[in-house]
């Protein structure tokens, strides 16, 4: 008799399982086929890293590695370089000669976003990066680096001495009569 009620108790719930089954079997799929239909994402979402540049086509990014530090994963690579005025690729003293990100190792958290000083770095909401190997998952400067607008010379310039150089002038004294 215990395998009877056994028995019926394991059948009671089916009953319920056809009626899951039934109530999904004739709604809409919501597959969403990827290459020709996108998802529209969050307006909140982190894609893929972009270095920015001023409107005189000069790069923001002075190589100060912030962005390398504040990285929790260390994905980020930062060497910098002096700049002259013979070959100007930003307007403060040093340049980011190298800039790589692996994007296997970011976790996309926008701590390096964050970090910048100049907002030279910018994760926008765009696109997803890609790869096939582990190569091409390295983004290197010249991957990450918009072009200069239209019409203005890229980088690196030659630059008249003294346009980008300004004398550090010590703060005011705190009480006006010292």
Known sequence: MSSVRDIISRLGGMPMGFATVLKTFFRKPV????????????ARFRGRHHLKRYDDGLEKCIGCALCAAACPADAIYVEAAENTNEQRFSPGERYSKTYEINMLRCIFCGYCED???????????????????????????????EP???????????????????????????????
């Open 148 to 178: 200069a607008p239209a019409g203005v010379q890229g980088t690196p310039q030659v630059t008249p001495p003294g346009k980008y150089e300004r004398a550090i002038l010590p703060y005011p004294p705190i009480d006006a009569s010292v």
């Open 31 to 42: 597959t969403v086929q990827y290459p020709e239909q996108k998802k529209p994402m969050s």
């Open 115 to 145: 970090a910048c000083p100049t907002n030279a770095i910018v994760l926008e909401p765009i696109e997803f990066p890609t790869g096939y190997t582990r190569e091409g998952m390295i983004y290197a400067k010249d991957k990450l680096l």
